[in-house]
């Protein structure tokens, strides 16, 4: 190795050379693939990170120039919730509007039948179902069903089914439902 030093230079001296100059070429090609390629995956994990962030701060941003709106829009969702729920009945006021029924065909001089069907129950909702058969003449059923649909109580009509008039009666009969919310139980509200 002196001789290096002197000026000539040796094989041994060129392997030498080339030892060091292949650890340090290791050592970088480690540092690079060890410790460098970790640290890039760890800066494009934060970079997207901080993408997600910075989305999110501009939503919240936007947001935020639209709380205004956003309230006067909610508060007008909650006052029609509240006016379609006040005009579901309760379950004690279903006997009354039944009775109620029976007068509007009674002022119209309408024969009418009501039966009620199974209700029906959905996480949300109980539909109570009412089978109607009204007999009377023509103008007398569709007077009746209008006075049904423009009730301050929400009705919905299905399954219409008007019969041939005989002798200036006909028969119809339909479905006649009305809503109640279902409040779930503090048990389920928990969960």
């Known amino acids: 190795m002196m001789d290096f030093l002197k000026g000539t230079v040796t094989p041994k001296d060129w392997m030498a050379t080339g030892i060091i100059l292949a650890l340090a070429a290791g050592l970088c090609a480690g540092y690079y693939f060890v ?20 989305n999110d701060l501009r939503l919240a941003r936007e947001t935020e120039k639209n709380i205004d709106k956003l309230r006067v829009e909610a508060a007008k969702m909650q006052e029609l919730t509240t006016q379609f729920e006040q005009r579901l009945p309760e379950s004690r006021e279903i006997p009354t509007l039944l009775r109620q029924f029976e007068g509007f065909a009674g002022e119209i001089g309408l024969r009418v039948e009501l ?5 029906v129950t959905d996480e949300k909702k109980e539909t109570i179902p009412y089978s109607v058969v009204a007999r009377g003449n023509f103008h007398q059923i569709v007077t009746f069903i209008n006075r049904l649909e423009r009730f301050q109580r929400y009705l919905k009509i299905s399954e219409l089914n008007i019969g ?5 009666i006909a028969e119809a009969s339909f479905t006649l439902s009305t809503y109640r919310f279902i409040q779930p139980s503090e048990g389920e509200k928990k969960s």
Not at 35 to 54: F, G, N, P, S, T
Not at 164 to 168: A, D, F, T, Y
Request: no cysteine.
């Open 35 to 54: 410790l460098h390629a970790r640290q890039m995956a760890k800066l494009q994990a934060i970079e997207a990170a901080d993408a997600v962030v910075v």
């Open 115 to 119: 039966s009620q069907l199974p209700r």
């Open 164 to 168: 041939k008039m005989e002798e200036g």
